[in-house]
């Protein structure tokens, strides 16, 4: 997966251009309630029973303070609750943005 052209945070709104000409935007909310962190979607055990997690699904209010990249093939969020644990994959934010219209 190529890495995006540009990523720049616009208020409260990451924006991605990508290689190919595509742009993606994505709210902070959704970002915050999409993370792919295991302290949003809890952690399997070896026997796929799934464990921690967290079950809020309103972050309407949340905002994104910052981002830093993670080598070449992520960024790491900062969010005004102080989430900061999820690394978002170029490939993880590809497959949001069908689920983002």
């Known amino acids: 997966m190529l890495s995006p052209s540009?990523?720049?945070l616009v208020a409260n709104n990451l924006a991605l251009s990508w290689p190919d000409g595509e742009e993606t935007f994505y709210d902070g909310p959704f970002l915050r309630k999409n993370?792919?962190?295991?302290e949003q979607t809890g952690e399997s055990?070896?026997?796929?029973?799934?464990r921690g997690g967290n079950s809020q699904s309103d972050f309407t209010e949340v905002r994104i303070l910052g981002f830093k990249k993670v080598g070449n093939y992520a960024i790491r969020i900062t969010f005004s609750d102080g989430h900061e644990t999820g690394i978002y994959s170029w490939e993880?934010?590809?497959s949001l943005a069908s689920q983002n219209k």
């Open 35 to 38: 993370s792919p962190s295991a």
């Open 6 to 8: 540009k990523v720049v």
């Open 92 to 94: 993880f934010l590809k």
């Open 45 to 50: 055990d070896l026997f796929g029973k799934v």
